[in-house]
């Protein structure tokens, strides 16, 4: 059974920095991204950044320039540096891991997600 299990999150002020880490066990078929969303209470889950395992990175416009994701595929763990941090960075932020299912098609893994309180 998949499992991701993101740690870091915490209460920060503004302008601070947080790291976040997600580790994924179990067997994931063909894992080709791993990144992060985040979800505010009340809006849709919004996509934040993914690293490929061909070592490419994509960023959301908001975050480009302050956050920063490394991934490490042949652990399955991947982090997230956050720095600068807004108000507007409060969220849960999820750990996701994409691959294949047992009928080949596209899977996307979730983790649990871990709470970032950005507050003066």
């Known amino acids: 059974q998949v499992q991701l299990v993101e740690s870091g999150g915490g209460l920060v002020r503004p302008g601070g920095s947080l790291r976040l880490s997600c580790v994924a066990s179990?067997?994931?078929?063909?894992?080709?991204?791993m990144g992060w969303y985040r979800q505010v209470v009340g809006r849709q889950r919004e996509f934040i950044a993914t690293?490929?395992?061909?070592?490419?990175?994509d960023y959301a416009d908001s975050v480009k320039g302050r956050f920063t994701i490394s991934g490490d595929f042949v652990n399955k763990t991947v982090y997230l540096q956050l720095n600068s941090l807004k108000l507007e960075d409060t969220a849960v932020y999820y750990c996701?891991?994409?691959?294949?299912?047992?009928?080949?098609?596209?899977?996307?893994?979730w983790g649990q997600g871990t709470q970032v309180t950005v507050s003066s």
């Open positions: 179990g067997k994931i078929g063909g894992l080709y991204a």
């Open positions: 996701s891991a994409e691959g294949l299912g047992t009928n080949g098609s596209p899977r996307q893994y």
């Open positions: 690293s490929t395992n061909r070592d490419t990175t």
